[in-house]
């Protein structure tokens, strides 16, 4: 059983920063891509950042320049920067990975959500 377990969510002012962390553990032979997801209240979940196993990005318009996705491989942990937050960033933080189960065959799984409020 793979498990995702974020941590760093939270309360911060407008302005701010906060870092988000998602471990990966469990049996499995490799993690392939992972990502950071959001859903605000009311709306739908959307794609925040993706990061490969060579640490290729890919980010959403409106976070470019102000969060960066990275991995420790050796950690199995995908980490996002978040800087010059703003209100419209509150949202529950969903981080999500492949990961490989056999030569043939690659799965996904969830994590639990970390909450982060930006007040104003």
């Known amino acids: 059983q793979v498990q995702l377990v974020e941590s760093g969510g939270g309360l911060v002012q407008a302005g701010g920063s906060l870092r988000l962390s998602c471990a990966v553990s469990?049996?499995?032979?490799?993690?392939?891509?992972m990502g950071w997801y959001r859903q605000a209240p009311g709306k739908q979940r959307e794609l925040v950042a993706t990061?490969?196993?060579?640490?290729?990005?890919n980010y959403a318009d409106s976070m470019k320049g102000r969060f960066t996705i990275s991995r420790d491989n050796a950690k199995n942990t995908v980490y996002l920067q978040m800087n010059s937050l703003k209100p419209e960033d509150t949202a529950v933080y969903y981080c999500?990975?492949?990961?490989?189960?056999?030569?043939?065959?690659?799965?996904?799984?969830w994590g639990q959500g970390t909450l982060v409020i930006v007040s104003s």
């Open positions: 999500n990975a492949e990961y490989r189960v056999s030569p043939y065959e690659n799965r996904g799984v």
């Open positions: 990061i490969t196993t060579s640490s290729t990005t």
């Open positions: 469990g049996s499995m032979i490799s993690i392939n891509d």
